[in-house]
């Protein structure tokens, strides 16, 4: 049982490249979440699915797409890359939406440059 | 909109002295509230959460949270501070119709010896 898989660990974009942010998770859950993490900000949520076929945008969505074609795997991605999206990015999933654990990947710390 | 504020970016305590967290909320109704501990290059990992009852919450690593509506703080606290507790704490709060976690900025703790 992994648990949150996330690949890759680390990354470097050029300006106006494109990349997918893999997240695969093991335990069945229902829910599955992208996060970005800036310093002094907390996590911001980006897109969320409640199951496979369904995803909405959470706080900070621009400049980035998600999809759920399966229920293990939410992979995020990012068109057209700028430096304000230089950060590190979390995937997280849970088998409820309401107060239960979310249970977080090991991140992907991505530069822009 | 649900909000939560860790009032201190950085605390530094000395190892076997106590630790209080703080952590404040804004919500209408009685929230579900969590706490998650980040180690360096890791993901997040839960501490303890409140749903509702007894307002004093254990959690794991030996830490406790309390709730206090009055206050709508839901500090965090340890007695002993072990050197391995350094990490940056998360408070978060869930919204009101489930689905998601709004995050506070954090507090990283460092441990001096």
């Known amino acids: 049982n992994a648990g949150v898989t996330q690949t890759p660990k680390f990354r470097i974009l050029k300006i106006g490249q494109s990349m997918t942010l893999q997240c695969t998770q093991d335990?069945?859950?229902?829910?599955m979440y992208w996060y970005r993490q800036d310093p002094g900000m907390g996590l911001k949520l980006i897109y969320y699915s409640v199951g496979a076929g369904i995803t909405d945008k959470g706080e900070v969505p621009n400049g980035y797409n998600v999809s759920r074609s399966t229920t293990e795997d939410f992979p995020l991605r990012l068109e057209l890359a700028a430096p304000s999206q230089t950060s590190v990015y979390f995937c997280?999933?849970?088998?409820?939406?309401?107060?239960?654990?979310?249970?977080f990947g090991p991140g992907t710390r991505l530069t822009v440059t | 909109a649900q909000s939560v504020t860790q009032p201190d970016i950085h605390i530094t305590v000395s190892e076997g002295a106590s630790l209080e967290l703080r952590c404040n909320y804004s919500?209408?109704?009685?929230?579900?509230l969590f706490w998650y501990v980040q180690s360096p290059g890791q993901g997040l990992q839960l501490l303890l959460k409140y749903f509702s009852g007894d307002t004093l919450v254990q959690g794991i690593k030996g830490f406790e949270a309390e709730f206090k509506r009055s206050q709508s703080s839901f500090n965090l606290r340890k007695p002993s501070v072990h050197w391995s507790d350094a990490a940056e704490y998360f408070c978060?709060?869930?919204?009101?119709?489930?689905?998601?976690?709004?995050f506070g900025a954090g507090t990283i703790l460092r441990v001096k010896s």
């Open positions: 997280a999933s849970s088998s409820d939406p309401s107060g239960y654990e979310q249970y």
């Open positions: 335990m069945n859950h229902n829910y």
């Open positions: 978060a709060v869930e919204e009101e119709y489930g689905n998601k976690l709004v």
């Open positions: 919500y209408g109704a009685t929230p579900y």
